[in-house]
């Protein structure tokens, strides 16, 4: 690793990401904001621009133009990756910045790509060809949980590939969660075929604290999904089922949304399960559908019938 004594100028991207992991601004993150910064950094170590690896420019020549083309590079993945991987080189650079290392942010120059306000939905149908899918391959078993979890208790996919066994109350079969983004506690049933599954979990995994983390242990250590490569494997099983492109696992909490909205669960009750403390945040996670007209048409149709 390079010091400052050394000389600023001698520094690289690989450095400044060594010095960034030592930071105060890294330890201080949650841990699974770690695990996705690590990943979105790595992919920005291994990046080739020109034929040139990005880790070994220095901080002095690393240009916007060629942040730039590195970005392209990543939208050839997919424009959630880029853009999630241009958001952690950013802080990085700003760090860089903060400390002396770097004088402008070549990271900051360019505009991403805007990702449209989702309303997808999956079907019943759909998330049985993927439970089915991934429950058939041991490999993607854990991936299939976290969607079934996620669909069940209307949870964010983040959430659930965190979660720990001291999480759950096996002896009452309720799921106890301190939601990572809202900070909302809530307690939620556990369904009788889903707590057999996570009784295996625990009978399989039990021996470390997270209960669906990867199946393959790295250097001995069981580590929780990345959202990149959940999204990866997930999109994976998704071709392996024959599903639709459209299709993404960030759906799977506003289809439960829809589905209790459809299904006539007053708002309060939907709002202790999703977490929600303001009903207008709700409403990104709901679906404008036929099913939802028509039933709100036809109960006004009888409003002020009894009278």
């Given at each position: 690793?390079?010091?400052?004594?050394d000389?600023?100028?001698?520094?690289?991207?690989?450095?400044?990401?060594?010095?960034?992991?030592?930071?105060?601004?890294?330890?201080?993150?949650?841990?699974?904001?770690?695990?996705?910064?690590r990943?979105?950094?790595?992919?920005?170590?291994?990046?080739?621009?020109?034929?040139?690896?990005?880790?070994?420019?220095?901080?002095?020549?690393?240009?916007?133009?060629?942040?730039?083309?590195?970005?392209?590079?990543?939208?050839?993945?997919?424009?959630?990756?880029?853009?999630?991987?241009?958001?952690?080189?950013?802080?990085?650079?700003?760090?860089?910045?903060?400390?002396?290392?770097?004088?402008?942010?070549?990271?900051?120059?360019?505009?991403?790509?805007?990702?449209?306000?989702?309303n997808?939905?999956?079907?019943?149908?759909?998330?049985?060809?993927?439970?089915d899918?991934?429950?058939?391959?041991?490999?993607?078993?854990?991936?299939g949980?976290?969607?079934?979890?996620?669909?069940?208790?209307?949870?964010?996919?983040?959430?659930?590939?965190?979660?720990?066994?001291?999480?759950?109350?096996?002896?009452?079969?309720?799921?106890?969660?301190?939601?990572?983004?809202?900070?909302?506690?809530?307690?939620?049933?556990?369904?009788?075929?889903?707590?057999?599954?996570?009784?295996?979990?625990?009978?399989?995994?039990?021996?470390?604290?997270?209960?669906?983390?990867?199946?393959?242990?790295?250097?001995?250590?069981y580590?929780?999904?990345?959202?990149?490569?959940?999204?990866?494997?997930?999109?994976?099983?998704?071709?392996?089922?024959?599903?639709?492109?459209?299709?993404?696992?960030?759906?799977?909490?506003?289809?439960?949304?829809?589905?209790?909205?459809?299904?006539?669960?007053?708002?309060?009750q939907?709002?202790?399960?999703?977490?929600h403390?303001?009903?207008?945040?709700?409403?990104?996670?709901m679906?404008?559908?036929?099913?939802?007209?028509?039933?709100?048409?036809?109960?006004?149709?009888?409003?002020?019938?009894?009278?």
């Open positions: 690793m390079v010091t400052i004594a000389g600023v100028e001698h520094m690289n991207i690989n450095n400044l990401a060594d010095k960034y992991y030592l930071s105060n601004d890294f330890s201080t993150l949650a841990d699974k904001t770690k695990v996705d910064y990943y979105c950094i790595g992919i920005l170590l291994a990046t080739k621009v020109d034929g040139k690896s990005v880790s070994g420019i220095s901080l002095t020549k690393m240009t916007g133009a060629i942040a730039r083309r590195s970005y392209e590079v990543w939208l050839a993945r997919g424009t959630y990756l880029a853009n999630a991987v241009t958001s952690v080189a950013r802080k990085v650079y700003s760090y860089g910045m903060e400390m002396g290392y770097a004088e402008t942010n070549p990271f900051s120059t360019f505009k991403r790509k805007t990702t449209h306000v989702r997808t939905v999956w079907t019943k149908e759909q998330v049985i060809q993927f439970l899918e991934a429950y058939a391959d041991f490999q993607y078993r854990n991936v949980l976290i969607v079934q979890m996620a669909y069940e208790w209307c949870q964010r996919v983040g959430d659930m590939r965190m979660l720990q066994f001291s999480n759950i109350d096996f002896d009452n079969s309720v799921l106890n969660l301190q939601q990572s983004k809202r900070r909302s506690v809530v307690h939620l049933p556990i369904s009788v075929d889903l707590l057999e599954m996570l009784v295996q979990q625990r009978e399989d995994y039990g021996f470390q604290p997270y209960v669906v983390p990867h199946y393959k242990p790295l250097r001995g250590v580590k929780t999904y990345s959202m990149v490569r959940l999204s990866k494997v997930g999109r994976r099983v998704m071709d392996m089922a024959n599903l639709p492109s459209e299709l993404r696992l960030m759906d799977l909490r506003r289809t439960g949304t829809t589905e209790m909205v459809e299904a006539g669960v007053p708002m309060g939907i709002m202790s399960v999703t977490g403390a303001n009903p207008q945040s709700v409403k990104p996670y679906k404008n559908t036929y099913d939802s007209a028509n039933n709100a048409l036809t109960l006004r149709k009888t409003y002020g019938t009894s009278k």
